[in-house]
Structure formats: structure tokens, C-alpha cells
């Protein structure tokens, strides 16, 4: 176990109902390209006890989705462009990580590449939260996503806005999740949303957006213990470890990464790059 852990904190090394009405995009200009993680969204078994947690990091709530007077979705943030979207799990559900969504500029755009590769995905449309959305199953039935910021949303009117200075890292920059077989995911991504394949280290297979060289999305086997990897930069160890020991937080640290689990076992990478 400690093995696996150890690898995969080296790899740190490398939605609601929708309006089908049509949307604009404010980069309609620019080529289209992926920017970015926006969110990674989790399922979890206690909304109050994961959000304890992550403001204990120092990440504030700044708005929800509630139906009859139930949270239905949290939006935990990290800063301007990424947040973790927490889902509480009804009865009988498990805690799971449920998708990846990354951020594109001029999303409209991408949409006829995507699908001239091959990709089958309904048109781009406006989201709950008021950003544009395309969302689809991936090879293994599992949710794909990518948005686009727009003017007026819940994410855009909080701009600047629930940046506290405790936050113990600012950046996601890797998401790691099992699948049944992470080598077809990886290629999925290359050849049909243009990803670049980033190799395979420590038995997870790598990838990340052609345009942007600091996101990567990499893909274990089912047999990893692992649930859900999130890797963060800009941390120092020793500093970290201490803020994290001041706020009551368990942290054991493998080469020169601190890792924490958050309270439904999934594991948490800061490092210094």
C-alpha cells in the first residue's frame, strides 16, 4: 500500500437541469483549446464532515444547489477557475468520485473537432450554475465534461471573490482516478479530444490538454487501491506539514510531497511543482 502511495505521489513530478437554449461564447474569436481543470466532482458520504475538511485547508464554500430545501451539489473553491463540486450521497450510495471537467476557451469550437474525432455528444449548452457545458460518456460509460466561463454565472460573479489567504495550496494540477482499462482511456483522450499522451508512470497511464502543459488527467487500474488522486502545487513541505499539524490534520509525507486523505479516503498531493 505504501508503495502504491509513494507512486502516486511521483506522478505530481510530470449537474443540474440544462437549457438547450443557444449560447455564446465571449472568446468566440480565439482558438478553441482546453485551458485547465475546472472541477472534479465527488460523491460523498457526509457533505457536513467534507466540507469541515476543506475549509479546515483553508477552501471556502461560496454558493450551493439546493432542491426542496436539500444541498443537492457544494461548490468548494480554489481559486478563480477550479473548484471540487461535493455530492452527497443518497441512501445506499457509496462515496466515488463521479468526473473530471475541464475549461475551454471558445468552446463552442471545440465541439465540431471533437465530434469530427469521433466523439458523440449533444450540442454545447447552458448549465445550472449558467456556464456553457458540454457533457458526454466516455469509453467506460463514465461522465465527461468541459465548460466555459460566461458572464453573469455563479462562477463569474465570484471572481475575486473567497480566496482566503489559509488556503493551503492554490492550484490543481492532476487528477488521478482508476479505470477497467486505463491504456483505451488514455488513447480515448489522445485521439479524440486531442489530449497528449503523457506515458505511463508507475502503471498510471498519463495524458493531458494539447494547450495546456500544467493539467494532466491519468488513469490507474481498478485493482489500485486508490479512488481518487488530486495533486496540488505551489506548496513547500515543511511549511505545509506545519499548517496542516495546526489545524489538526493527519499528513505523512514521501518524497518531498505531503499526503493527506480527506474523510471518504481519497488522497490529497501538495508539492512544492
Known amino acids: ?28 474569436a480565439q482558438k478553441p483549446a482546453i485551458v485547465g481543470i475546472a472541477h472534479v466532482a465527488i460523491r460523498v458520504a457526509d457533505l457536513q464532515a467534507s466540507r469541515a475538511f476543506y475549509e479546515k485547508l483553508g477552501f471556502a464554500q461560496p454558493f450551493e444547489i439546493t432542491k426542496d430545501g436539500k444541498v443537492t451539489e457544494a461548490f468548494i473553491k480554489l481559486n478563480d477557475r477550479q473548484y471540487l463540486e461535493l455530492y452527497p450521497a443518497d441512501t445506499g450510495q457509496p462515496a466515488a468520485f463521479l468526473h473530471v471537467c475541464f475549461e475551454a476557451v471558445n468552446l463552442p469550437g471545440l ?59 492554490t492550484h490543481l494540477v492532476a487528477a488521478v482516478v482508476p479505470m477497467k482499462n486505463p491504456g483505451a482511456t488514455a488513447e480515448y483522450f489522445i485521439q479524440k479530444m486531442n489530449f497528449v499522451d503523457g506515458g505511463v508512470h508507475e502503471g498510471a497511464h498519463v ?43 493527519s499528513a505523512t509525507v514521501q518524497h518531498h510531497r505531503v499526503l493527506v486523505r480527506d474523510p471518504d479516503g481519497n488522497l490529497l498531493v501538495f508539492t512544492l511543482r
Open 1 to 28: 500500500m505504501k508503495k502504491r502511495i509513494a507512486s502516486l505521489a511521483l506522478l505530481s513530478a510530470m449537474v443540474l437541469p440544462v437549457s438547450h437554449a443557444q449560447v455564446v461564447s465571449p472568446s468566440a
Open 111 to 169: 465541439y465540431p473537432i471533437y465530434t469530427a474525432n469521433g466523439v458523440v455528444a449533444p450540442p454545447v449548452r447552458k448549465a445550472g450554475a449558467g456556464n456553457m457545458l458540454l457533457a458526454w460518456k466516455g469509453p467506460e460509460g463514465q461522465t465527461e465534461e468541459i465548460t466555459e466561463y460566461l458572464p453573469g454565472s455563479k462562477h463569474s460573479n465570484d471572481f475575486g471573490q473567497h480566496l482566503g489567504t489559509e488556503r493551503i495550496a
Open 207 to 249: 495524458t493531458s490538454p494539447a494547450d495546456e502543459k500544467d493539467s494532466a488527467f491519468a488513469f490507474l487500474s481498478e485493482s489500485s487501491p486508490e479512488r481518487l488522486v488530486l495533486v496540488f502545487t505551489g506548496v513547500k513541505e515543511k511549511e505545509t506539514l506545519q499548517k496542516l499539524k495546526e489545524r489538526g490534520i
